[in-house]
């Protein structure tokens, strides 16, 4: 779509004002609104100002006047505005240079994308993200000097099966009894049909949408896969349109990956496959589960860069909640086909070449999408590139393996603190082409630390059980 285009589209759609978005460092959507009147072709070129120094991992005070550049081939009418509401995604430019910004993260997406075109590997790198969320009726949470807390509820959650509801009907789910059942267990079914319809009325294409396994409430849309900067612009559309949904039927929706004690947490599994000249890199008849092996080396690189991978890609300490045993979390650095249990499963759905395709589990939804996404481009690539052989696939279920067999197995990081410290001893596979910066990812373990540092300051309310009669 061209600038003119754009513009044609909100006054076809009687748009009144266009809101103005943009990803921060961590993938949170900022935005701002202008009256229709004010955005012009223009604006295309020369730019809507913003202060950078208000921003998260953007700029200092003394240099803190940035651009914002309008991508035209991201509009849509926000479906949640009383005044019909244009929305439209930019990327960002320092304004003295017009240099793009290192820093954002849309832009370092963009130059993954034309890395591997450079490479000549392949000229297409397909990504499809499965993010999970929980839907609760309630939720409340606290931190003070003397006291601190969470409260979360879910009218289908097993622990309100006992609860006076004048009348309770039982049809409560038990922990880990989310997949799949019909309702009215299932109380979530419209809410996600909303969701599902709503995402398709903003040019988001569904595959499928289904109650997760997680019983107080959990839930998946699945988006249709595409190319890596898209698929990303389209994960921000996604978990937009899912908050705003459920605050709409009185819910709270929530991407963070373990809210729920004992039971399942919330993951965006993340299929990846490259192309060239309109062939699957990733098919070979031959291959085991089908794959070529250029999709081993590829994998052999994200199983290398995993730890540092995580920094990106399950970057808070609320996320190695998720990746422990026992909650059909990817803890184990292998691969196998149709296993759940490994970190990099190969589907085996269908055997056409055009399905052939990896899926890397452990990220989870609280990620930057457009980081994690080029995190993994670059460390496939550099897979490739450098032929690494991942270890033998194990077609077992890695959760039930006798110790012995269990030797040898690496597994995700233990803790953020972790992820973060591989990140600062291995990103120049995230260097090659200019693609991760030095300052971005400088900038980006320095706040992340402070994220730790914030939790270890704090008692734990379950360490006055453990520890208060000591």
């Known amino acids: 779509m061209s600038p003119k285009e754009a513009i044609e589209f909100a006054r076809e759609n009687e748009a009144r004002v266009v809101d103005i978005k943009?990803?921060?460092?961590?993938?949170?959507?900022?935005?701002?609104?202008?009256?229709?009147?004010?955005?012009?072709?223009?604006?295309f070129e020369e730019g809507i100002g913003f202060d950078g120094s208000s921003i998260r991992g953007f700029q200092t005070i003394d240099a803190s006047d940035m651009l914002l550049i309008p991508d035209p081939d991201t509009v849509f009418m926000d479906p949640f505005t009383e005044v019909p509401t244009m929305s439209i995604t930019c990327t960002i430019e320092d304004p003295m240079t017009r240099?793009?910004?290192?820093?954002?993260?849309?832009?370092?997406?963009?130059?993954?994308?034309?890395y591997l075109r450079s490479t000549g590997i392949a000229d297409i790198a397909y990504f499809g993200p499965e993010a999970e969320f929980y839907l609760f009726n309630d939720v409340r949470f606290d931190q003070s000097a003397q006291h601190g807390y969470y409260f979360i509820d879910s009218d289908e959650a097993v622990w309100n099966s006992g609860r006076d509801e004048k009348p309770n009907l039982g049809y409560k789910m038990r922990l880990k009894?989310?997949?799949?059942?019909?309702?009215?267990?299932?109380?979530?079914?419209?809410?996600?049909?909303?969701?599902?319809?709503?995402?398709?009325?903003?040019?988001?294409?569904?595959e499928v949408q289904h109650h997760e396994v997680g019983a107080a409430g959990q839930s998946e849309i699945d988006i249709k896969f595409g190319s890596l900067t898209k698929t990303a612009d389209k994960v921000q559309v996604y978990k937009y349109i899912v908050k705003n949904v459920a605050v709409?039927?009185?819910?709270?929706?929530?991407?963070?990956?373990?809210?729920?004690?004992?039971?399942?947490?919330?993951?965006?599994?993340?299929?990846?496959?490259?192309?060239?000249?309109?062939?699957?890199?990733?098919?070979?008849?031959r291959g085991y589960a089908l794959l070529s092996d250029e999709a081993r080396y590829y994998i052999g690189g994200i199983l290398k860069h995993a730890p540092a991978l995580l920094a990106f890609a399950a970057p808070t300490t609320n996320s190695y909640r998720r990746l422990v045993p026992g909650y059909e979390a990817p803890i184990n650095l292998v691969y196998s086909q149709r296993n759940r249990s490994a970190c990099v499963r190969i589907p085996a759905y269908s055997k056409s070449p055009k399905a052939r395709r990896i899926e890397f589990r452990a990220p989870d939804p609280t990620c930057n999408p457009y980081l994690t996404f080029a995190a993994l481009l670059m460390a496939g690539l550099d897979g490739i590139q450098n032929r690494i052989s991942p270890p033998d696939p194990i077609d077992k279920d890695l959760y039930e393996l006798p110790a012995e067999e269990r030797k040898g197995i690496k597994m995700t990081p233990g803790s953020l603190a972790d992820a973060l410290n591989a990140l600062e001893t291995d990103n120049e596979f995230l260097m090659k082409g200019g693609v991760f910066t030095p300052d971005l990812i400088e900038t980006y373990l320095a706040y992340k630390r402070e994220?730790?540092?914030?939790?270890l300051l704090r008692p734990h309310p379950h360490e006055f059980n453990l520890y208060y009669d000591a």
């Open 248 to 285: 709409r039927n009185g819910l709270t929706a929530t991407f963070m990956p373990k809210p729920v004690f004992q039971d399942n947490g919330s993951g965006m599994h993340t299929h990846q496959s490259l192309w060239k000249d309109g062939v699957n890199m990733f098919y070979d008849e």
């Open 177 to 206: 009894g989310g997949y799949f059942p019909v309702p009215p267990s299932d109380t979530l079914q419209d809410v996600r049909t909303e969701m599902m319809l709503t995402l398709l009325q903003c040019g988001v294409e569904v």
């Open 451 to 455: 994220e730790v540092d914030q939790i």
């Open 99 to 114: 240099e793009r910004y290192s820093r954002d993260p849309r832009y370092v997406a963009q130059k993954a994308e034309a």
């Open 22 to 43: 943009f990803t921060d460092l961590f993938g949170a959507w900022q935005h701002f609104s202008m009256p229709i009147e004010a955005f012009s072709e223009e604006i």
